[in-house]
């Protein structure tokens, strides 16, 4: 399994913006499909965004899409979602997985994901 680490999380104003990062500890991301999927309190995790492994293919929730972007830089092994236009139903935990040889087919199934980081809170309040 690869680990993950997570970062950029924080408290933001409504309408504020946050870029969440992914970085393995020790291996190439290039080769996996990046999930962000989000959680609250008693609630499953939910599928946020995705990016294949292969052509770049990105999949969103609708209740992000035109406000969070999804992106990867292979030279820094690093996968970033831009969240822009954020409201307090964005609060939650940000958790990104790794899903080897992936195109994003399976998303937003989290079991499919094989390695998760720790999350990373986000919270949306005036």
């Known amino acids: 399994q690869v680990q993950l680490v997570e970062s950029g999380g924080g408290l933001v104003q409504p309408g504020g913006s946050l870029t969440l990062s992914c970085a393995p500890a020790?291996?190439?991301?290039?080769?996996?499909?990046v999930g962000w999927f989000s959680q609250v309190p008693g609630k499953e995790r939910e599928g946020v965004s995705c990016?294949?492994?292969?052509?770049?293919?990105?999949r969103y929730d609708d209740s992000v899409k035109d406000r969070f972007t999804i992106s990867r830089d292979n030279e820094k092994n690093t996968v970033y979602l831009q969240m822009n236009s954020l409201k307090p139903e964005d609060t939650a935990v940000y958790y990104c997985?790794?899903?080897?040889?992936?195109?994003?087919?399976?998303?937003?199934?989290?079991?499919?994901?094989?390695?998760w980081g720790q999350g990373t809170q986000v919270t949306v309040s005036s």
């Open positions: 997985a790794a899903d080897l040889w992936g195109n994003c087919s399976t998303w937003p199934q989290a079991s499919e994901f094989e390695s």
């Open positions: 020790r291996w190439t991301l290039g080769y996996y499909a």
């Open positions: 990016i294949s492994s292969t052509d770049g293919t990105t």
